[in-house]
């Protein structure tokens, strides 16, 4: 751990703000809390509690005029990211911005070409698989060959079913199912398949129990094919409906083996043995599962920060990819049809 | 148990058709060995020296024509099964037929015909994964409600690399691997379903290993997306590259949870720890995964000859439907394009 | 299969004789059930609809005064099988015997010497969890070498808790938890081991529900240590009150590796994933557990009797000694001391 | 997180002193790593390049004169930790201290009556399986009666072979095995089975691998049998000779279920599936399986010293219990006779 502390404002400080904020705060330790803004009144107050030396800001551009820090942490709606971004690089701050970049490709490219002429600055987006232990084991043994040549990937972002339908009320904004869930399975996809560009997809999908995602044109399970320039291929499952918890998991198939990562969504080494048999309780959401990706991508965002080297996380450029997959999905899903890109 | 035994004359006696003389004539209470045939001199001889008792033809027409045989058992090229089952119907035998009823649907369509003018003979095509013991069982708490509505099913037939690659000597005959092994995927998927039939399918391949398959337009790792009328889909998974086995098994998602079959295909019920970790050696082939499904397909089939009624098999019609539906993956592999069927 | 068929008399027709007769009758190339033997009228009644050829007897030395029949299958209660068995030997029958051979060993060691005037008949004692294909295929592997020199096993017997308490009832004849279950774990850890003598024994046990046991002075769950010449060891479980299901497994360690066998009492295949879980369902008894090894004891007997080889089963020597080691087992139970062998 | 920083000193920086130095620097909110001593050239300069702003000590008497110290954090040789303990207490300084408290129960009891007369002060010996959230999970399922009455603990420490054979050298002042390793499975059984005291153990063992133990007296694998007043059971195993890694777990067993914790020692939450079959890597050492567990304890001791409450951890009191039970297993080991406690 070199270099000066990286002083860090998180933007946005609702549930997973939150989370970025006391892991920024406590567990990495080249890290300081300089600053965090909401326009929440009752979010900086659990701020003020909580991190009584941060300095606190209602408006992003003030958080941005502070000098004394280096980088912001963006936890805000999806639809501000990309000129929050944008405005952060202008600002001389390094950015970590929560998935996804934009659901729109051309505002993903508009902050490429920003980022690109501000290359001494990180500019990351956060696709937390990346650092969970289990998937940078299995990324780094298919590095190391341990499956031969990896050619095909299977991954699925499933949700333990939410009876109150929060999400149906977020639909609307969300980019729909694809460009909300299956991102992080696009990302994962092509970092273990080693960042091949899509060629074609093709989406279908279903409402099991959510009617009111109809009028949006979204579904509650969708499934999708996408295959990559060189002939590799992917499958991805989304599902807002699972029973038994949030089961979001992959596979990397290869010439010489295959690898799951989270087949089982264990909730931890505790296996009961009663009357339903031998069994082990599920991951109820995303952040129970993911709690030490958050942990690992913060450390590993600021190393770089000190370091001026790779954080290893997802870049602009595969956010942007990331985007013209999951809009491809989206327009395959509204079409029946495949979409070229 | 009641009824006259039932006397059966099983065709072809390859590594398959064996196993199925061997069931028919030792493990299934109700069955008689009856006769055999095969044009191949050394599976007479074979069937000469285990069975002593049974009646061996080289040729399929004097089997038809031993008024002592009720039921023909066909485990003859694929090829063949269509004309086959005609004769054996016209014929009067009750016919079981190793899957696919054949790689044409126009064919399908003949047989179906055929048979619907003898609806007294059993007519049952070997999609033996409904009489595997476990799918058997899912499919049973499916019926009982046990995973409210199914949706969806995620299905693989995926086998261990043949180094050798037998099959892409095979493939120009065998109607490519959505034919020849999603075949079993498709039937699982109607069965776990409800037997809804398809409205529209994409596949997707590539070529791992395998480059012989070029020439005959196959691929050795396929995947496909199946919707269905009333919206329930299904994903399919086929290889032929697979390093550990035989790892075929099934999923099946409905509104209330989830089943796997066979999720992993451990060899039996030993665990060793060692250097390599704390693992399950895999099933080499089908036979050994499938081994109890042989076994029970045959029992149920004597049963209904006997009993009159329903084996529980595959009809000619899922037969026919499961070849519409991998001729339509096929076509779809070939033009990048969904196939509305 | 070579030689004639071996004709097969069962004695005893409650619920698992029914099992052993059904497996002789229909699922045993070389046998033959000639004969059933019952002094139950309706047990001698469902044989005689089950199977009509099979000549019945309520009277035990009616059937081996019967002299088409070649081997006795006894499935009688365990205070009989000595004499039964000397009988049967006397009448130059072959015998196959469930277990125990003896509660008592000085009867078992009477046993012994009957048989050793009679090497030309098979006597077999059926500790059936070597025939089972999981135990069958752990014990090749350490055959073979795979975790080095094995030096200790710990095995379990474990049933479903029986609410009735049926085996309360039962406690005064079976020789209690250790003579009942144990046994069975005892011959596996020997097998496993290579046939070692035990040394010392020493036993704890705890009443957890069935308070009647006390009377009779047994537990329902007992634990005990082996120690066997020439330094190897075993850990026995023993349990009447699981909730999950009939847990009976074993592990063997070595000096380069372990195996455990039927760790997970899985029902099958199927997983499921819902409120309680990821989860499998449990066998509920020994039964659905062993199926399949009672069927190849009886194939591997019958083979025995036609080849004139070793079934691979319990000898009579092994029974003795696992006889030996239960009733010290017994003794250092009501001591609190251990017993020297 | 209220109060005061609570200001540790690290008293030992071998590699587990290391790691707690590391996590109360900067993974424990609530704690100032103010002071460490070694008397370790080495280790000094380490922790000087690793804590700038820690003052050092090659004396433990200097650290316990450090009025800025509140806390001493002792991750010495077992042979130190009583006395230690004591001068700490004296000092007035809050003590953690990793186990075992001593091998010596007279000694285990002075300790205990010097910490009863400073009740103020925190006195937590470092059973780090209570804070391992697996095991705080099947705790608290105990707790609030998910088995029904738990009655049986079963639990091991196995190490991963060391073919260098380090613990040999260590042997004569480790204890033996059951001081050295159980010690860790009589304090999980302890804890869930709600803290009986011993009545009576016994003890057998045996050498498989290393040989030089028989000087000390000492086995590489060890088994135990421990019977608590009120009638519940424990089973123990330890081994130095684990071919696949550190497989250390619990099982515990009630009146309506079961539980394991750690079954399987799985590395992460990877599969991989190549020639060996379906496999999961495991933990290589304590280290590896424990992690959290060191953070969480170290989180829970700054709580309690801040709060004034209980840590959850062991009290001085359960360390002298398993110091008995262990010095008694050793007996029972040498004597080859139950100990009566």
């Not at 009144?41 to 606190?56: H, I, N």
């Not at 009028?215 to 590799?232: H, K, P, Q, R, Y």
Request: aromatic share 8%.
């Amino acid at each position: 751990m070199s270099g000066a502390p990286v002083r860090v404002g998180v933007v946005g400080l609702g549930r997973l703000g939150r989370r970025h904020a006391q892991n920024l705060a406590y567990r990495v330790p080249g890290a300081v809390l300089a600053a965090a803004c909401s326009p929440v009144d009752e979010e900086r107050a659990w701020a003020r509690d909580s991190f009584p030396a941060t300095r606190l800001y209602a408006d992003y551009a003030e958080l941005l005029a502070d000098a004394e820090v280096d980088a912001v942490w963006l936890v805000t709606p999806s639809a501000l990211h990309a000129q929050q971004i944008i405005d952060a690089l202008r600002a001389g701050k390094h950015v970590f911005c929560e998935k996804p970049l934009s659901l729109d490709v051309a505002e993903c490219e508009r902050v490429v070409a920003e980022a690109a002429r501000r290359p001494h600055l990180q500019a990351t987006i956060g696709f937390m698989r990346r650092f969970d232990p289990s998937y940078r084991d299995a990324f780094e043994r298919v590095q190391r060959g341990a499956i031969g040549r990896p050619f095909m990937v299977r991954s699925q972002t499933t949700d333990k079913n939410d009876p109150d339908g929060f999400f149906v009320r977020f639909a609307p904004t969300s980019g729909g199912i694809f460009l909300d869930c299956t991102v992080h399975d696009i990302d994962v996809a092509r970092w273990l398949l080693g960042f091949p560009r899509a060629k074609r997809v093709y989406a279908a999908g279903t409402i099991a129990l959510h009617q009111g995602l109809r009028e949006s044109g979204d579904v509650d399970n969708g499934v999708a094919i996408c295959e990559f320039e060189g002939g590799s291929l992917a499958m991805f499952y989304a599902s807002r409906t699972m029973a038994h918890g949030n089961d979001s998991g992959s596979e990397v198939i290869g010439t010489a083996g295959a690898m799951t990562i989270g087949r089982t969504p264990a909730l931890n080494r505790v296996e009961i043995f009663d009357q339903h048999g031998a069994r082990s309780e599920c991951t109820p959401t995303f952040f129970d599962r993911f709690e030490e990706a958050f942990l690992h991508e913060a450390l590993a965002f600021v190393a770089a920060v000190q370091g001026g080297g790779e954080s290893g996380g997802a870049t602009l450029a595969d956010a942007l990819e990331a985007t013209r997959i999951g809009s491809a999905l989206r327009a395959s899903l509204e079409s029946g049809l495949p979409v070229v890109l």
